[in-house]
């Protein structure tokens, strides 16, 4: 079992900036892949952006050039700077976790949400 808390989520003008934190209860080095996902009101749940445990990183082509997810293996953590912020980008973010040998495990953390003003 793993527990994800995410942080750093806020209210922010356009062009603004936030990083967001997913802190995990257990270390994470092993895991196959972590993410990040958000969901508008109204909306399915879409990826932003997700890092493989060899750093191979995949961004959505809405985010490209604006958002850098990064993780530090030592403190068990997975970042989303996200720069350059649009009204669009408003949604509930969602970290997640994926490992195993079959990657049969998948863990979803609580949320955080941003707010982006125009």
């Known amino acids: 079992q793993v527990q994800l808390v995410e942080s750093g989520g806020g209210l922010v003008q356009s062009g603004g900036s936030l990083t967001l934190s997913c802190a995990a209860s257990r270390r994470i080095f092993s895991f196959n892949a972590m993410g990040w996902y958000r969901q508008a009101p109204g909306k399915q749940r879409e990826l932003v952006a997700t890092i493989t445990s060899g750093g191979s990183t995949n961004y959505a082509d809405s985010v490209k050039g604006r958002f850098t997810i990064s993780r530090d293996n030592a403190k068990n953590t997975l970042y989303l700077q996200m720069n350059s912020l649009k009204p669009e980008d408003t949604a509930v973010y969602y970290c997640?976790?994926?490992?195993?040998?079959?990657?049969?495990?998948?863990?979803w953390g609580q949320g955080t949400q941003v707010t982006v003003g125009s």
């Open positions: 997640n976790v994926n490992f195993g040998d079959y990657a049969e495990y998948n863990y």
